[in-house]
Structure formats: C-alpha cells, structure tokens
C-alpha cells in the first residue's frame, strides 16, 4: 500500500474534512480558497504506476503541489484531490485511460498547504511491448474562461453525489 504524506494545516481560515483513497486509506484534508497561478511556460509531469502511485515527478509538479519529490514518488496520485471535485470526474478519467485511451480535462488540484491550483490535464497509458505499464499525466495552463463555466457544472455534480450518499 502506498504512504499518505501529511498536509500542513494551513494559518488563518480554513476547511477541513477526512479524505478517503481508492485503497481505503484516509488523511485529514485542509483547504483554504487561496489559488495558486499555474507557472507560465511550464509543464507539469508525473507518471504513475497501474494503480495510481507516483513514480516520477518533474519540478514543475514539485514546487507547485507544495510537496518535496521524496513525499510524492510512493503516494497515490489522489493527494492532490481538491474536495471541490467530484468523483466523477476521476471515474471518467480512469475508465478512459484504462481502455487505452487518452484523457482530457480540467482538474483543481489541492496543494499540500491547502491552496489550491487548476490545470488542464491530459493522461494516457504508458505501453511497453504491447502491455500497459502505468499512466502518464501532462498538465499545462488552463483556460480561466473554462474554468469559471466548469465551477457551478463541479458545484453540481459534487451536489448530486452527496444527495446520493447521503439517500
């Protein structure tokens, strides 16, 4: 099982709830509404094994998620789930790579101070003599125009997975 490395609860006004992973471990999450602009010219790329585990992180997803390289390589990817996303999103995302197709979309990541960053993603399956051997995930500048139409569209679907757990 991958490590959880721990978030810092952040000074001033903050949220908190408890996230839990795909793989049933769970960490207190904080949150502020703090963004951080994603680095102009810059690309971030992490690569993971088949079950969502960091292997590779290059600086740019370093110094933007808050995290030193030694706390990312062996976490699961979902670290940096912003609780404003709904799990949807990431079901589409994993259905899609899994069926060895490429992935587009715009996530908001959540950084390990609890500010947060938005990107605009692309994640495929990484194949080696014809088997998939991990994912790939390439991030660059999102659009802010888009952002802003997705916000209410994430505010409600978070809405409708919440009535359903909750029914």
């Known amino acids: ?4 490395p721990d978030m810092t ?10 996230h839990t992973c795909h793989d049933g471990q769970r960490r ?3 949150w502020t509404d703090e963004e951080v602009p994603f680095p102009d010219g810059r690309l971030i790329v992490s ?6 585990v960091i292997t590779h992180a290059n600086e740019a997803f370093v110094e933007i998620s808050g995290y030193s390289r030694e706390e990312l390589i062996g976490a699961p990817h979902s670290i940096l789930r912003h609780p ?6 990431f079901a589409d995302l994993w259905e899609t790579i899994k069926a060895g197709r490429k992935w587009h979309g715009y996530v908001k ?3 390990k101070d609890g500010k947060h960053y938005w ?3 692309t994640a495929l399956p990484n194949v080696r003599n014809g088997q998939v051997v991990g994912y790939t995930s390439v ?3 999102p659009s802010r125009q888009r952002i802003e139409e997705l916000v209410p569209v994430y505010r409600q679907m978070l809405e409708k997975e919440l009535a359903e757990a909750t029914a």
């Open 119 to 121: 990107v605009y993603a």
């Open 47 to 52: 690569r993971t094994d088949l079950d969502g």
């Open 9 to 18: 609860p952040p000074p001033g006004p903050h949220r908190q709830t408890i």
């Open 28 to 30: 207190v999450v904080y």
């Open 1 to 4: 099982m991958s490590r959880l």
């Open 139 to 141: 991030r660059r500048k």
């Open 109 to 111: 990541n959540l950084r």
């Open 84 to 89: 404003d996303m709904p799990r949807a999103a």
